[in-house]
């Protein structure tokens, strides 16, 4: 890993804004992801367990995790039912 625990988390953690993003890191180098559904809610949109943070060693790494987390979570929402009040397009 050539970044800090702290700029890596940084960099993941602030792709999702305006969500709330919060990245722990385990002393393994084992990560987990949760992304919120906004600010004020503890409602997860998603959360990524035992993402190896020693394969993160440049650039291009960092943003095929981010695109693999966003491609996630796009996928759980798209499985989810849409709220009784609300109607398909």
Known sequence: MFLSA????NIIES???P???QCTLSPDLSMT???YSDRETDHLDLMKTGI???QLN???????LIAGLRS???RQADARPLHPDRKAL
């Open 72 to 74: 996630d979570m796009q």
């Open 33 to 35: 992801v949760k992304v």
């Open 19 to 21: 969500k709330r993003c």
């Open 52 to 54: 190896n943070a020693k």
């Open 15 to 17: 792709s999702f804004l």
């Open 58 to 64: 440049g650039c291009r790494e960092i943003n095929d």
């Open 6 to 9: 702290l700029e890596l988390r």
